[in-house]
């Protein structure tokens, strides 16, 4: 009889996932299979999952921001423009056409994942995903570098792509901006994006480039990963968030770093946050009408790493961070930010001076911080976890 039972639940869990998937996945003009199995959905810019918001159910889709922060130049005025696109993996297989975006298929695998059906897309969300004093858990440990303590209207750096390594499915390691206002739990709003290693999020171990934002009202959470539920809109139609990065760094090799740029700043006449990828590529917007604390500016800034570590058996995991080498190996072997900046209430784009570190246990990941002519201000972050001094 207990089979039984958990075999009928199994069915209904499969169900329920497929009523999810045909609601999640929208109908595409192309599809496109990527050489590392994901399948790569060419949809309509105009049927995207974004407009199944309540809140935007009305909204008039924006090709362009109004404004940007000052001394930032774009060489392109077609933001969805795929000229020299950044590298994903999936660009082996093909491209999208002109008017429709590349969405990552959701699978059935991916959902099942997940405890209940109920528990993925905009309730799909833990605490732990967001920095400590923004309401975390213990398990979660950083490597950064924050501004706080004024209004701020975005950030911006650049950072070198790895692939660390993550001990079980439960734990992930990422590198990303954050954009917060500096509230409990309860009132939190954030938008993140960079690159991340995610098990349970992807079914894998490969870098992928993500987003994530959240407002947290009431007890309740929403918001999502990528496009797995509605309110980022993206333009875009050469990157595909949740999609793998290639090239990767090599370690010990200094002709073979490769990173990314990420730019997320408000647009001072409508209050959208937009989101940048690369040196020129606008990906889309978060509208302003999706959040309450964010909706006027945000209150931190921050720019770094961040793991979790599930202490399986009292002892540290060895999940990496960055490259998995401690900041003290520099160039070539440490994983590094460059020329971080934020927007000030002048919108404009400074150097991020007189930051603070959030640096939770630095015999297992650190920050080395410093400046230079060719990259500003920057900082070298990560480490191996677990080892002698990080038991």
């Known amino acids: 009889m207990a089979n039984r039972n958990l075999k009928d639940g199994n069915s209904i869990q499969k169900l329920d996932a497929q009523k999810l998937l045909k609601k999640l996945n929208k109908q595409a003009v192309k599809s496109i299979k990527s050489p590392d199995g994901d399948i790569i959905d060419c949809v309509d810019i105009l049927k995207q999952p974004a407009f199944d918001h309540p809140k935007l159910k009305n909204h008039k889709i924006r090709m362009r921001p109004s404004s940007y922060p000052e001394g930032i130049v774009f060489e392109e005025s077609n933001v969805a423009s795929k000229s020299a696109p950044i590298s994903q993996l999936w660009h082996q297989s093909g491209s999208c056409p002109e008017g429709t ?74 590198s990303a901006i954050w954009v917060m206002n500096d ?62 990065i290639k090239p990767l760094s090599v370690y010990n090799d200094t002709n073979s770093q490769y990173d990314i740029t990420i730019m997320i700043w408000k647009d001072k006449s409508n209050g959208d946050w937009w989101m940048q990828y690369g040196a020129d590529k606008v990906m889309g917007y978060w509208p302003s009408s999706l959040f309450t604390h964010l909706s006027d500016s945000a209150s931190i ?38 020329n971080i900046k934020f927007v000030n209430g002048q919108n404009q784009m400074v150097p991020a001076d007189n930051t603070f570190p959030q640096v939770d246990r630095p015999n297992c990941y650190d920050v080395q911080s410093g400046r230079s002519d060719d990259w500003g201000r920057f900082f070298y972050f990560g480490g191996p976890g677990r080892n002698p001094n990080c038991p």
Not at 102 to 130: A, C, M, V, Y
Not at 220 to 242: E, H, K, P, W
Not at 306 to 333: C, D, L, W, Y
């Open 301 to 338: 800034i921050q720019w770094g790493g961040q793991i979790v570590n599930a202490a399986t058996n009292g002892q540290h995991t060895t999940t990496q961070m960055g490259s998995g080498q401690f900041p003290r190996e520099h160039f070539g072997k440490a994983s590094y930010f460059k």
């Open 183 to 244: 509230a409990d739990k309860q009132k939190l709003n954030a938008i993140f994006a960079g690159w991340r290693v995610n098990p349970y999020l992807y079914g894998d171990n490969r870098t992928r480039l993500f987003t994530f934002w959240t407002v947290s009202s009431n007890f309740q959470m929403t918001g999502c990963y990528d496009l797995r539920c509605s309110g980022f809109i993206q333009l875009n139609a050469g990157v595909a968030v949740g999609s793998t």
């Open 101 to 174: 975006i590349p969405i990552r298929r959701i699978t059935e695998e991916d959902i099942l994942r997940t405890s209940s059906t109920q528990k993925f897309g905009e309730k799909n969300l833990q605490t732990s995903h967001l920095p400590s004093y923004a309401g975390g858990q213990r398990v979660n440990e950083h490597a950064s570098i924050f501004v706080k303590g004024d209004k701020y209207y975005g950030g911006k750096g650049t950072m070198n792509v790895w692939n660390p390594k993550v001990l079980q499915d439960v734990e992930w390691s990422v």
